[in-house]
């Protein structure tokens, strides 16, 4: 069924008046963003968004794309589906994670489902399906357990079959990285390939008496990440309607939860403006706070984040056989080394580290997405 999305004039004033009755706590002891975001930077972001940010704006650009909902086992989900004009293109189903959404991906759909126009070659066209995760943007949420990666993969196969799409690639980062993985594990004889940003594979044990210095690193950044990073997942995965309660309920709250993520996960030199607007910040913000799903989309670590962390860190039990391209951002929390990773992918066909960019890699570096993603599909179209 189509979608547009119409957000009553008094929902936006019901945030501003919100924005503007804050009751701020006091100052940090610190001069940095070692004990979260800093109250003068979410003060004022969140000024601007009373004040300066104009939603209708977005509201517009997300209406001039086709949006859709349908139900997929039982529950609706809203997704994005941009027919390339080249017949020859390759379905690719795109997913996003937390505290992503759909927004991440609007500056790189023209030039995937169009690349001539933005001065590309016609046979690096995709017809693309962007889906919002259960419990996120405007899908439906989940009223009972179960919706993990696994079903949420089940129920993206089914949409690209209903959509007529017998052969196909996924996409994904975040959460994304590990349902698209899925879906080539669980739908091998339609799936030409996945491209995940990053691979999530342990570090095998075969290595760690002849570590390479990108080893060592990555090693290190798992365990600075688990001391200092790790407090919002394991909330989200032990108490995720506690927190819920929060986010859904203040604005600033919900801002300060979201944008500590991208100051840390993206690839800047201090100001995470240089990547990142406050618009496109706040667009993002905006997709959790309109449809109220601080807790529901928490509740997605408490149904899968256990499995996932056996895929970061424990020993590898699963394999994924069908092609798979690998990127590799340097700002990513989980950077896998090639060998690491290929005692989980069997078939990896193409692998690259990049010299910049974080954990949005869509969001942040268009470009330099957009060319991962084709140089990958180029090899198995």
Not at 9 to 38: A, I, K, M, N, Y
Not at 184 to 194: F, K, L, T, Y
Not at 272 to 286: A, G, I, K, S
Not at 351 to 376: C, M, Y
């Amino acid at each position: 069924m189509p979608f547009r999305v119409q957000v009553p004039q008094d929902t936006l004033h019901d945030l501003r008046e919100r924005l503007t009755r804050t009751r701020w706590p006091e100052v940090e002891t610190v001069t940095d963003w070692s004990q979260g975001v800093p109250r003068s930077y979410l003060r004022e972001l969140c000024r601007y968004w009373a004040d300066g940010y104009d939603w209708r704006a977005t509201e517009r650009r997300l209406n001039s794309l086709p949006q859709f909902r349908t139900e997929l086992d039982g529950l609706g989900i809203h997704f994005l589906h941009v027919r390339s004009p080249h017949r020859d293109a390759l379905p690719l189903v795109i997913t996003h994670g937390w505290p992503g959404s759909v927004v991440e991906f609007l500056k790189v759909i023209g030039p995937l489902a169009d690349p001539v126009a933005h001065g590309g070659a016609a046979a690096d066209a995709f017809h693309l399906v962007c889906p919002s995760l259960p419990g996120y943007g405007f899908s439906d949420k989940p009223t009972k357990p179960g919706w993990g990666v696994p079903r949420i993969a089940r129920a993206w196969i089914q949409l690209m079959a209903r959509l007529g799409y017998e052969r196909y690639g996924a996409q994904g980062g975040d959460w994304g990285t590990s349902i698209s993985t899925s879906i080539g594990q669980q739908d091998p004889e339609h799936v030409a390939g996945i491209h995940l940003t990053p691979p999530l594979a342990p570090p095998d044990p075969a290595t760690l008496d002849d570590l390479t210095e990108h080893e060592r690193a990555a090693l290190a950044s798992l365990e600075h990440a688990s001391e200092w990073e790790s407090g919002y997942s394991q909330e989200h995965a032990t108490r995720p309607q506690t927190i819920g309660y929060a986010l859904v309920d203040s604005p600033a709250a919900l801002c300060a939860w979201i944008v500590e993520k991208f100051w840390a996960w993206t690839d800047h030199d201090g100001q995470l403006e240089d990547v990142l607007t406050r618009d496109e910040l706040l667009d993002n913000v905006m997709l959790y706070w309109l449809p109220g799903t601080g807790a529901s989309s928490a509740r997605l670590y408490w149904e899968s984040i256990r499995q996932v962390n056996q895929w970061i860190s424990g020993p590898t039990q699963d394999r994924v056989t069908v092609p798979t391209g690998c990127s590799i951002f340097p700002k990513e929390l989980q950077r896998p080394s090639r060998r690491w990773a290929e005692q989980r992918f069997l078939d990896i066909r193409y692998w690259n580290e990049l010299d910049k960019g974080g954990h949005f890699a869509a969001f942040e570096q268009p470009e330099l997405f957009i060319n991962e993603v084709r140089s990958f599909f180029r090899l198995i179209r």
